[in-house]
């Protein structure tokens, strides 16, 4: 029985569901959730910012471990390297170079005449191969290419030393059956394909990529690009369905977990589904009136905290549910917290970089007749650190002490403190944003103690800036 390879296109494919932009911690919740899934493959979207962006994809790199990691190139030589840095420290990095072999599309996306393209495909291919073992040449509207160009490029490639290929039928139009007649009118014209894995992407325009999917196996293909959630794309779960019931007669199986596919898709569904139009998981509330009809208690032990963070979309590990279980028992002994302070206790101490600075306590003095003073006490490496410094008021005193640890003056480019519930107890929110060069990184704190809220979110910030100088 033949094993089909299984790569998951949901980060690339969510960002356009219901014009939802996710954040840092959502798309890195969703990557976490897919890599339970354990697909082959997990495809990363395109570098938009260079700072922001590619942070969050050596993140998410370093947090995969069950399955591959592909980052897509871009047409230059300095787009391959940039993409070639967010993925390098993956257990299983991939390099995907995405060509359009189509006339419309060499036109519209890289304004190339076809030799042009041909040549591009050459250089980069190469390049991308002495940068990564695994190199996946995406043929781009394959399915309405010139035929003699398509196989041209195809060669180009293989000879290059891209180790997948994959047929895009980006339009969508193709039928099962005609699908599988052009892979193996493909696969008889290019006998190098027999030393790659042969790939395909479906678009689901016509409702049937399921179908061509399964259609495509039988013409060869080996890998097929799917998305756990979204209508673009074969669906994950309905391909894993179809090989479990009929696998066995067909002769091929895939190696997803199927266990865990049905919670996680929720799960999944609900991260990138627009909050105004989502219902609540909690009985009694309605989350898009701004509604919440439950609390949490100091009598809710770490079980109920985990139950609710499920239900907000959460799947958090041990590690970051110690984390939010922390912060709650402490926020829980002065009031009751509803699932929005819940969720603001997650955003704050879960999901985040690799600390490389923890705040292990402070000491601060301040008054109106005397000038306010910080001591603070942080851990780093299993060491501790202490900084003493005095400042025009609590917090800039406590900026200073970090600073003072971290031996380093970073720019405060802006400061917020702000209310996120009402009442006297209400939780604070701040807001830090620290300028490192000509980069900005930004972090956030939340606590009834607006001062400690504001050293968390400075923390925050600072572990941002010393994640990236590391992986540089």
Same mark, same amino acid.
């Given at each position: 029985m033949e094993t089909i390879r299984i790569t998951d296109m949901t980060l690339p494919a969510c960002a356009a569901l219901n014009g939802t932009s996710l954040s840092f911690?959502?798309?890195?919740?969703?990557?976490?959730?897919?890599? !339970?899934? !354990?697909?082959?493959?997990?495809?990363?979207?395109?570098?938009?910012?260079?700072?922001?962006?590619? %942070?969050?994809?050596?993140?998410?790199?370093?947090?995969?471990?069950?399955?591959?990691?592909?980052?897509?190139?871009?047409?230059?030589?300095?787009?391959?390297?940039?993409?070639?840095?967010?993925?390098?420290?993956?257990?299983?990095?991939? %390099?995907?170079?995405?060509?359009?072999?189509?006339?419309?599309?060499?036109?519209?996306?890289? !304004?190339?005449?076809?030799?042009?393209?041909?040549?591009?495909?050459?250089?980069?291919? /190469?390049?991308?191969? *002495?940068?990564? /073992?695994?190199?996946?040449?995406?043929?781009?509207?394959?399915?309405?290419?010139?035929?003699?160009?398509?196989?041209?490029?195809?060669?180009?490639?293989?000879?290059?030393?891209?180790?997948?290929?994959?047929?895009?039928?980006?339009?969508?139009?193709?039928? &099962?059956?005609?699908?599988?007649?052009?892979?193996?009118?493909?696969?008889?014209?290019?006998?190098?394909?027999?030393?790659?894995?042969? /790939?395909? !992407?479906?678009?689901?325009?016509? =409702?049937?990529?399921?179908?061509?999917?399964?259609?495509?196996?039988?013409?060869?293909?080996?890998?097929?690009?799917?998305?756990?959630?979204?209508? *673009?794309?074969?669906?994950? &779960?309905?391909? @894993?369905?179809?090989?479990?019931?009929?696998?066995?007669?067909?002769?091929?199986r895939c190696d997803v977990n199927t266990m865990e596919m049905q919670r996680l898709q929720k799960q999944v569904s609900w991260i990138v589904r627009a909050r105004q139009?989502?219902?609540?998981?909690?009985?009694?509330?309605?989350? @898009?009136?701004?509604?919440?009809?439950?609390? %949490?208690?100091?009598?809710?032990?770490?079980? /109920?905290?985990?139950?609710?963070?499920?239900?907000?979309?959460?799947?958090?590990?041990?590690?970051?549910?110690?984390?939010?279980?922390?912060?709650? =028992?402490?926020?829980?002994?002065?009031?009751?917290?509803?699932?929005?302070?819940?969720?603001?206790?997650? @955003?704050?101490?879960?999901?985040?970089?690799?600390?490389?600075?923890?705040?292990?306590?402070?000491?601060?003095?301040?008054?109106?007749?005397?000038?306010?003073?910080?001591?603070?006490?942080?851990?780093?490496?299993?060491?501790?650190?202490?900084?003493?410094?005095?400042?025009?008021?609590?917090?800039?005193?406590?900026?200073?002490?970090?600073?003072?640890?971290?031996?380093?003056?970073?720019?405060?480019?802006?400061?917020?403190?702000?209310?996120?519930?009402?009442?006297?107890?209400?939780?604070? *929110?701040?807001?830090?944003?620290? =300028?490192?060069?000509?980069?900005?990184?930004?972090?956030?704190?939340?606590?009834?103690?607006?001062?400690?809220?504001?050293?968390?979110?400075?923390? *925050?910030?600072?572990?941002?800036?010393?994640?990236?100088?590391?992986?540089?």
């Amino acid at each position: 029985m033949e094993t089909i390879r299984i790569t998951d296109m949901t980060l690339p494919a969510c960002a356009a569901l219901n014009g939802t932009s996710l954040s840092f911690k959502e798309r890195l919740e969703i990557a976490k959730s897919l890599d !339970r899934l !354990r697909p082959d493959i997990l495809e990363l979207p395109a570098l938009e910012n260079r700072t922001s962006d590619a %942070l969050l994809m050596r993140t998410i790199s370093t947090t995969v471990r069950n399955c591959g990691v592909s980052m897509p190139v871009g047409f230059t030589k300095e787009e391959a390297d940039d993409a070639w840095a967010a993925v390098s420290r993956a257990a299983k990095p991939r %390099l995907r170079l995405e060509i359009p072999l189509s006339t419309v599309q060499m036109e519209y996306l890289c !304004r190339k005449k076809p030799a042009a393209v041909l040549a591009m495909a050459e250089e980069l291919t /190469a390049y991308c191969r *002495s940068l990564c /073992a695994d190199v996946d040449f995406c043929a781009g509207d394959a399915t309405r290419a010139d035929p003699a160009f398509l196989r041209e490029a195809i060669r180009t490639a293989i000879r290059c030393g891209a180790t997948t290929v994959t047929v895009c039928d980006s339009a969508g139009t193709k039928l &099962p059956a005609e699908l599988a007649d052009f892979l193996n009118a493909l696969r008889a014209d290019v006998p190098e394909l027999g030393t790659v894995t042969l /790939a395909v !992407r479906c678009v689901n325009e016509l =409702r049937m990529a399921e179908a061509c999917a399964v259609s495509a196996v039988g013409a060869g293909a080996r890998e097929v690009k799917t998305a756990l959630v979204g209508e *673009s794309y074969p669906s994950l &779960p309905a391909l @894993a369905h179809i090989l479990a019931l009929r696998g066995d007669e067909l002769g091929y199986r895939c190696d997803v977990n199927t266990m865990e596919m049905q919670r996680l898709q929720k799960q999944v569904s609900w991260i990138v589904r627009a909050r105004q139009d989502a219902s609540s998981p909690f009985e009694g509330s309605n989350r @898009a009136k701004g509604e919440e009809g439950y609390t %949490l208690s100091s009598h809710d032990g770490l079980d /109920a905290v985990s139950k609710a963070a499920v239900h907000l979309g959460y799947d958090l590990s041990e590690e970051d549910l110690a984390k939010v279980y922390d912060a709650f =028992r402490t926020a829980s002994e002065k009031k009751d917290l509803s699932a929005r302070e819940l969720e603001a206790i997650i @955003a704050s101490v879960a999901l985040q970089v690799p600390p490389t600075y923890t705040v292990k306590g402070f000491v601060i003095n301040s008054g109106s007749q005397m000038r306010a003073t910080a001591h603070i006490a942080m851990e780093k490496d299993g060491r501790e650190l202490r900084g003493l410094c005095a400042g025009d008021g609590p917090i800039d005193a406590c900026f200073l002490a970090i600073e003072q640890i971290a031996g380093t003056h970073y720019e405060l480019d802006d400061f917020q403190i702000q209310a996120v519930t009402e009442g006297r107890e209400a939780m604070g *929110s701040a807001f830090v944003k620290l =300028r490192s060069g000509s980069k900005l990184y930004s972090g956030s704190g939340i606590s009834t103690d607006i001062i400690d809220a504001a050293i968390h979110a400075y923390v *925050s910030a600072l572990n941002k800036i010393a994640y990236e100088e590391a992986v540089q």
